[in-house]
């Protein structure tokens, strides 16, 4: 569950419009946070946050909010988000921005103001800062993206420790599928068993560094050349060798975007043996959606495919 609300795996969930097994309604981690873990944030270099457009294709519009512009060009730009509640009246609308970040702006410094706004809203917030007299003799500004604009964009998710072990659970089983020779009941992998359950390791309590770690390099050879991939879907990819027992993961791949998630790696456990391997014993697999959509009962399909990038512990 942990995994399809929050971070960067549920944000892209939500981007892509997978619905999941069961009938729930929709979670946006971008609207509600899950647990402790509050909602995901998108935003751009300016702070300007953005949203889903709900298209199902991954793309993204402003969210409503108000951006104010400094005169002074070493400020940076002050983003208001607009939530929900306060766009049901005026009254609400009044109590978000008597309370809000403007109470501290320097009025004099504030050279244009950008409002990211439907029609409606629109009309709504001007009033408001037309009653309040807010931002008089200021340039205000409806800005709207136009689709199909490329902008780079940043996610902002607390990593918690659930997060991670869902993480490590589904690296775990990857391995032990395709590596049969193993059942998980052995003494090496006594520790992820135990981190996976409780989040302790068993030896020197919580440790998430020691079996989960980030690989700055994506698993997609298309990524790695810079390039975006004609297929939509996750990577996973298992090695043994004479130092241990290591998966990587990669999920959310997306067809024809610069979106790049992260890459997990998983330290399973030592290798207990005195092997030395001349090149590691690995497996990799790309779990793909089809293009056209479900055909039957299935989404998509496994592919078996070669993985050359180094394993370093």
Not at 6 to 24: A, D, P, S, V, W
Not at 124 to 153: C, P
Not at 280 to 290: I, T, W
Request: proline letters at 5%; one cysteine or more; charged letters at 25%.
């Amino acid at each position: 569950m942990v995994l399809c609300r929050t971070n960067t795996t549920g944000t892209f969930r939500k981007l892509l419009e997978i619905e999941g097994r069961r009938k729930e309604e929709p979670w946006d981690p971008m609207k509600k946070g899950f647990g402790y873990v509050p909602p995901v944030e998108i935003f751009d270099v300016d702070g300007i946050q953005y949203e889903s457009s709900g298209k199902g294709d991954a793309s993204i519009r402003p969210k409503c909010q108000i951006v104010i512009y400094s005169s002074s060009s070493s400020a940076m730009p002050v983003a208001i988000p607009i939530p929900e509640w306060a766009m049901k009246n005026k009254e609400g609308m009044k109590h978000l921005l008597s309370k809000s970040e403007l109470q501290i702006i320097n009025f004099n410094s504030v050279e244009s103001v950008a409002i990211h706004a439907n029609d409606e809203e629109l009309k709504l917030i001007l009033d408001v800062i037309t009653e309040l007299k807010l931002f008089r003799y200021k340039n205000i500004e409806w800005s709207e993206s136009s689709d199909g604009e490329l902008i780079d964009v940043f996610f902002g998710s607390f990593i918690t420790d659930e997060y991670m072990r869902a993480v490590a659970k589904v690296g775990f089983h990857y391995f032990l599928k395709y590596f049969p020779n193993y059942n998980g009941s052995e003494p090496q992998f006594d520790e992820i068993r135990e981190f996976i359950k409780t989040g302790k390791n068993i030896r020197s309590g919580s440790d998430i560094d020691k079996f989960v770690s980030l690989i700055h390099r994506p698993m997609s050879r298309s990524q790695l050349l810079g390039q975006s991939p004609d297929w939509s879907g996750h990577i996973l990819a298992a090695m043994v060798n004479h130092y241990g027992y290591m998966v990587r993961l990669q999920f959310f791949i997306i067809s024809g975007k610069r979106l790049i998630s992260p890459v997990y790696q998983i330290l399973l456990g030592r290798n207990p043996y005195t092997l030395y391997y001349i090149r590691p014993v690995d497996v990799a697999h790309r779990f793909e959606y089809f293009k056209e959509g479900k055909q039957g009962k299935y989404d998509g399909q496994v592919v078996k495919v070669s993985y050359a990038e180094p394993w370093v512990p």
